[in-house]
């Protein structure tokens, strides 16, 4: 046999990575029951309260192809902030909801995983409260096509997406 191409070799360590990754993640998922049906799907943030203020997203955000919004799969949350996407795990107990870090488990803090690009201040300033709001979520409620996430701090009022 000749000798492995230094090319070859860093490609042979990436695919390993790769699939010790892939292995580790698959192995760390909760087993946990599934998103109540009426949960399910995406859900699109049409208003806020927050320090007794009731606040409406930016419409900046909408003209982009998404709105600031959330989409419940299985255990996972995952959606758009307004600048950044984030994900994180959740559970459910009775109408309690609680996130929790996806790597970790833990669930003594919120553990959202969210990409770090940049924007408008106004933006970064509308999704650092959302984000914060969504972190401290104690319950959740559904009424009709709305969905309402509450915690201490404030509300969080989203409406079913169509594409759901």
């Given at each position: 046999m000749g000798q492995?191409?230094?090319?070859?070799?860093?490609?042979?360590?990436?695919?390993?990575?790769?699939?010790?990754?892939?292995?580790?993640?698959?192995?760390?998922?909760?087993?946990?029951?599934?998103?109540?049906?009426?949960?399910?799907?995406?859900?699109?943030?049409?208003?806020?309260?927050?320090?007794?203020?009731?606040?409406?997203?930016?419409?900046?955000?909408?003209?982009?192809?998404?709105?600031?919004?959330?989409?419940?799969?299985?255990?996972?949350?995952?959606?758009?902030?307004?600048?950044n996407r984030y994900w994180a795990n959740y559970e459910l107990n009775g109408d309690k909801l609680a996130l929790y870090s996806q790597f970790t488990g833990e669930r003594r803090e919120c553990g959202l995983i969210q990409t770090l690009a940049g924007g408008p201040r106004h933006l970064e300033a509308q999704e650092k409260r959302y984000l914060s709001l969504l972190c401290s979520a104690r319950s959740y409620q559904i009424s009709g096509r709305l969905l309402i996430i509450s915690s201490e701090d404030g509300v969080l009022v989203f409406a079913r997406s169509i594409r759901s």
């Open positions: 492995m191409s230094r090319a070859k070799a860093i490609k042979l360590v990436l695919v390993v990575g790769v699939i010790a990754l892939a292995v580790g993640l698959a192995l760390a998922i909760p087993r946990a029951e599934p998103t109540p049906v009426d949960l399910q799907g995406t859900w699109i943030l049409i208003c806020y309260r927050e320090s007794g203020k009731l606040r409406i997203p930016y419409p900046s955000t909408w003209l982009r192809s998404r709105g600031i919004g959330l989409t419940f799969t299985g255990f996972r949350v995952s959606g758009f902030a307004g600048v």
